[in-house]
């Protein structure tokens, strides 16, 4: 089984910039993909980003294209999930989570889960 652990959340202001951190256990880290989502009170889960195994294909919901950067460490079993100009919009609980390919968007396309961590983006 694999563990994952989402840290990084917090309140920041309007336009500014959070980095998340999804840490891993296990050897099987750098076989998956990995994906970013985030979930609102009262709203359906959310795809917002995701990468392949080796960090070398990405994608990005339309909602946060040129504003958040989702990367990868293999050697520090990490993924991350840079968020720049935030917006109010982005608040949410947001989750890291394992698939077997990076191009899956569907949140019961992902096999293991981290417990989320908060981001509040408010005045």
């Known amino acids: 089984q694999v563990q994952l652990v989402e840290s990084g959340g917090g309140l920041v202001q309007p336009g500014g910039s959070l980095r998340l951190s999804c840490a891993a256990s296990?050897?099987?880290?750098?076989?998956?993909?990995m994906g970013w989502f985030r979930q609102a009170p009262g709203k359906e889960r959310e795809f917002v980003a995701s990468?392949?195994?080796?960090?070398?294909?990405?994608y990005y919901t339309d909602s946060v294209q040129g504003r958040f950067t989702i990367s990868r460490d293999n050697a520090k079993n990490t993924a991350y999930l840079q968020m720049n100009t935030l917006k109010p919009e982005d608040t949410a609980v947001y989750f890291c989570?394992?698939?077997?390919?990076?191009?899956?968007?569907?949140?019961?396309?992902?096999?293991?889960w981290g417990q989320g961590t908060q981001v509040t983006v408010s005045s």
């Open positions: 990468i392949d195994m080796y960090g070398s294909s990405t």
């Open positions: 296990g050897r099987t880290f750098k076989s998956y993909a």
């Open positions: 989570a394992t698939a077997r390919n990076y191009y899956y968007t569907a949140a019961n396309k992902y096999d293991y």
